[in-house]
């Protein structure tokens, strides 16, 4: 009897200098840095296990792979996986959760300070030489706000939009959770979601992308906003309408925004975004905000721990 082959699609999403733990099971593993969609098929034409993070798994791909038993996801969002044929096809996905509780709320945090007291302008201007030619000591060309006191909404309010609830509130925030969309029932705790855009001076969003959440955010809710509110995207591109979002930040109908996650990945400049990052009240990172060192070390405990559950007949983690 063959020994079980691993096949990972896109070893490079996890950094290099990160090690996997061992699978306690006899098995052949390969892995490839990256995977382009017409390659998918032979490089699982013998596989039981996939590991993929962002790689796509469709419906008309699943079909050609009889031998696949399992589809383990690197990351929490599985909406590159076709979940309806995976059920039908009896093929299991198991995904990896709670890894980032920490490094996702302080990424937030980082994004919204530096947006409210300027780190960019200032590091520029020193940069520039403004610093230097007005020879004062201290040299005030951007507006420093703290984040002490101001009122931060969460929209999602899952593992990660808590735990960022939690970090703020120490930072002395106040805090309110926006119910979903569209509800007409509020569930205790909860604000009707256009209040919470209207009263927040920080929006954080912590939602997963589906079809009742794409353009979550787009002209309309952003009017709503504080003139000078800041909006944080950690959660997935698609929740905001990008253009929309540069539109508001042109004629300062929000005041800032931080953004970690695009709608498409990577992005190019054909994306409002990455062809408005010299905006000042604009900041990108490259969907970083999950990865710091020991997020991505339990992310890969958690991945490959699933791998070996669903080899003695456990089910963790399951999604199907």
Not at 263 to 278: G, K, V, Y
Request: charge should be negative.
């Amino acid at each position: 009897m063959s020994l079980p082959t691993v096949v990972f699609l896109d070893r490079s999403t996890i950094p290099d200098h990160i090690e996997f733990p061992h699978l306690p099971f006899d098995h052949q593993w390969v892995e490839y840095d990256t995977t382009e969609q017409n390659q998918i098929v032979e490089r699982l034409s013998q596989a039981q296990i996939v590991i993929t993070n962002k790689v796509v798994l469709d419906r008309s791909t699943l079909s050609l792979l009889p031998n696949l038993e399992l589809i383990a996801v690197s990351a929490t969002g599985f909406n590159n996986i076709d979940i309806d044929y995976c059920r039908e096809a009896g093929i299991a996905v198991a995904n990896v959760r709670g890894y980032a509780t920490q490094s996702v709320p302080e990424h937030v945090i980082a994004l919204m300070i530096a947006l409210r007291r300027n780190l960019m302008g200032y590091h520029r201007d020193i940069a520039d030489g403004e610093w230097q030619r007005k020879q004062q000591f201290c040299f005030f060309t951007h507006p420093i706000g703290d984040i002490a006191g101001a009122t931060l909404g969460v929209i999602g309010s899952g593992e990660l939009g808590q735990a960022t609830a939690t970090l703020a509130k120490a930072l002395g925030m106040n805090i309110i959770f926006a119910e979903r969309k569209g509800a007409t029932n509020y569930r205790e705790g909860y604000l009707p979601f256009e209040q919470v855009l209207m009263l927040a001076d920080v929006i954080t969003l912590h939602c997963p992308l589906t079809e009742e959440t794409r353009d979550l955010i787009g002209t309309k809710e952003l009017a709503k906003m504080k003139p000078d509110a800041l909006l944080i995207n950690t959660g997935r591109g698609g929740l905001v309408n990008e253009q929309a979002l540069v539109d508001a930040l042109k004629t300062q109908q929000v005041g800032g925004a931080g953004v970690d996650v695009f709608s498409q990945e990577p992005a190019d400049e054909s994306n409002p975004l990455l062809a408005n990052s010299h905006l000042p009240n604009l900041l990108l990172t490259p969907h970083v905000a999950w990865g710091s060192d020991s997020a991505i070390e339990k992310l890969t405990h958690i991945l490959m721990d699933n791998i070996r559950a669903y080899m003695d007949g456990e089910e963790q983690n399951r999604v199907v």
